[in-house]
């Protein structure tokens, strides 16, 4: 299989900080691992992080969907919003392999707690009438930011805006 980049050439840029922006860098280091510049992991290594990375969603979801009714919601939005942004932040920081797939993980385990305690907060705040809706509209903000983030890396990616030392 090509890269994504030998298949749609500059257009792949775009998608490629798409996902950047959407706070998955996974994909980012995904499509440039074929060849090893500029990255330091494998297509493996891809593979294994974007797995990490919804099983901790899943255990998160699972784990602090069952502590929220120990502790309460509000505590435990601000726990899991505190786990998502410093495991992201460290994601960043990563020295190896290892240590990204442990970041990775916990950025999981935060995001899945995220969607445990927002969405049991809708089901008590919201009135019944309304609430499917409210539910539909919180959840989709995620592709609205992703819509957004892929429409502005068509201003942000064009080479033909900067100088070819900025790109």
Avoid: C
């Avoid at 074929?34 to 919804?54: D, F, I």
């Avoid at 990204?100 to 089901?123: K, M, P, Q, V």
């Avoid at 499917?132 to 957004?148: E, K, Q, S």
């Amino acid at each position: 299989m090509e890269p994504l980049a030998r298949q749609n050439g500059p257009r792949a840029g775009h998608y490629l900080a798409a996902r950047w922006i959407r706070g998955h860098p996974r994909r980012f280091l995904g499509e440039r691992s074929e060849k090893s510049e500029g990255t330091w992991v494998n297509r493996v290594q891809v593979g294994a992080s974007a797995t990490g990375y919804l099983a901790g969603a899943v255990a998160g979801a699972l784990f602090f969907g069952w502590l929220t009714d120990r502790l309460g919601r509000k505590k435990l939005f601000l726990i899991t919003l505190a786990l998502y942004l410093s495991a992201t932040a460290a994601t960043a920081f990563s020295w190896n392999f290892w240590s990204f797939l442990l970041f990775r993980i916990l950025t999981g385990a935060g995001i899945g707690g995220e969607y445990a305690a927002i969405n049991s907060a809708i089901d008590e705040l919201v009135p019944a009438a309304v609430r499917g809706n409210v539910d539909l509209v919180i959840n989709a903000t995620f592709w609205i930011g992703a819509a957004l983030g892929t429409g502005g890396t068509l201003f942000l990616l064009n080479s033909s805006l900067f100088s070819p030392t900025f790109s």
